[in-house]
């Protein structure tokens, strides 16, 4: 830690850390970006810097956003990103009642606190869990990225096969490109800009930016921002009595349900809330201004956060979209995460772990006092905001080779990511699909060529066997309930509710 300390206390890497925080709160306050949005559009700036700054500031956007959007849920009523929406519930009804300030102070102290707990959790648990992946080979390497996409599937809200469908779209996406083991090109059309693959960023720039962008000018969001004196920022001692048991449940749910693939910051702040509502001695309170509803989520969905950086920088597998663009990134600077990386870059490990504490410091200091400032940028019409936006993730995508193919990819799938938010499919296993294909092809690959064709490995050795197993049982889990509902249906001949 007092390396990571050196690392993160340089100037230059402070000033990458508030960079980081500040456009991640303000991604956060405006309704329509979210993280991962912000992330893929800021990705190209960060490829003529260090990657240690480089992962800093994109950290620094992911954790912020988290922070910025509660101010949005509680003033506005519109959540910031999605991790937020649980917020609107209690939040905006604590602003109605003139209690603004006080629900925006503890969403503050709250994921202060659990975001601190987290790099804690972090920093304790992502060494020993290296340590134990260095055994792993390459049939364990693609039995654990199997379940990696299996598990994030059978998270992912809306039906599995939508989710297989998407996931399947994102490993045909990642063998577009030169075959990294025979030197073949595949699924080029005699482009020259496609013989290294489709590159993440325009993938993801057109996936998150151009699309979210083009669903919100069709919807016209509706903003009525509650005019009300924004006063007592500090929670009272009741307030502190009643928040610090949902504070710290939070906390460690969000954690734990960080680590898994799939939804984190947003599953586990619904979770949180739910909790809240069931161990709470006046459930009937939820809903109409009850400070629990505020603090619980708000803590979950930053403890989740560091929870979500765990499987990414030891086993190189990433929990959610925003985990898959930072693995994307961390490849372009060079670096191949995984148990290796805190081995072979420890300044690069601890060094982002360090900047966390200081990034949420910074986060505590900023929102406080500048809640003012956001809710006057709530007040940018759409009509301005929008085409900046446009204008550039056109000008990011063409600057990262000076390509107008690029551009043009980003543009084709700013549409097709549109398409699939009209109809409902996420976008989230695509892009975890689309960086770990190739990874996959080529732990296949290798893991054939160990065993001379027998595709038994994956069965034969023990880890590898326990990996497939798992994806296997929730390949097969939905269908379970069905049959066995079915199996009590027949006899009956009536269904029961």
Request: proline fraction near 7%.
């Amino acid at each position: 830690m007092v390396m990571g300390f050196q690392v993160a206390l340089h100037p230059t890497n402070i000033l990458f850390c508030f960079l980081g925080v500040l456009i991640g709160t303000l991604v956060g306050v405006l309704p329509g970006l979210g993280p991962v949005a912000a992330i893929s559009l800021l990705l190209p700036t960060t490829f003529h810097v260090t990657p240690v700054s480089a992962i800093i500031m994109l950290a620094g956007i992911y954790y912020g956003a988290m922070y910025g959007g509660s101010t949005t849920s509680i003033l506005v009523n519109i959540p910031g990103e999605a991790a937020s929406v649980v917020t609107c519930l209690d939040g905006y009804q604590m602003a109605r009642q003139g209690r603004a300030g006080p629900a925006l102070g503890i969403a503050a102290f709250g994921s202060f606190i659990a975001g601190t707990i987290g790099i804690i959790g972090l920093m304790l648990i992502a060494p020993p869990l290296a340590k134990m992946a260095l055994k792993f080979g390459p049939p364990e390497y693609f039995s654990l990225m199997i379940m990696g996409l299996t598990i994030l599937t059978f998270l992912a809200s809306g039906p599995m096969w939508k989710a297989l469908l998407m996931a399947a779209f994102g490993l045909f996406l990642g063998c577009i490109g030169m075959d990294t083991l025979m030197g073949a090109t595949r699924f080029t059309f005699d482009i020259v800009e496609l013989s290294d693959g489709i590159g993440l960023v325009p993938v993801v720039m057109g996936l998150f930016g151009i699309s979210e962008v083009l669903l919100n000018v069709e919807q016209s969001m509706e903003r009525s921002i509650f005019e009300t004196k924004i006063k007592n920022l500090l929670p009272t001692l009741k307030d502190w009595a009643d928040s610090l048991g949902a504070i710290f449940r939070g906390t460690v749910i969000g954690f734990f349900l960080g680590v898994l693939p799939g939804g984190g910051a947003v599953i586990s702040s619904f979770v949180s809330y739910a909790v809240e509502k069931k161990v709470s001695k006046y459930p009937e309170k939820f809903g109409t201004g009850a400070i629990q509803g505020v603090a619980g989520p708000e803590s979950a969905n930053n403890a989740a956060t560091g929870g979500a950086f765990i499987p990414l920088l030891t086993l190189g597998i990433p929990a959610n979209a925003v985990m898959a663009i930072l693995l994307g990134a961390l490849m372009i600077h060079g670096m191949q995460p995984g148990p290796m990386l805190v081995k072979e870059h420890p300044g690069l490990f601890w060094g982002a772990v360090s900047s966390m504490y200081l990034g949420n410091a910074m986060l505590l200091v900023l929102n406080l006092p500048l809640i003012g400032l956001w809710v006057k940028i709530l007040k940018v019409p759409y009509p301005i905001l929008f085409p900046l936006i446009l204008l550039f993730c056109l000008v990011g995508s063409y600057s990262l080779n000076n390509s107008i193919t690029e551009a043009l990819i980003m543009v084709i799938f700013g549409l097709i990511g549109y398409l699939f938010k009209k109809f409902e499919y996420e976008a989230a296993p695509l892009v975890l699909a689309l960086v770990l294909g190739p990874m996959m092809e080529t732990a296949l690959r290798r893991s054939l060529l160990l065993s001379a064709g027998d595709p038994m490995i994956f069965l034969t050795r023990p880890i590898s066997a326990a990996l497939m197993l798992i994806s296997f049982f929730l390949l097969a889990f939905p269908f379970m309930p069905w049959l066995k509902r079915k199996r009590a249906v027949l006899p009956q001949g009536e269904t029961k509710n």
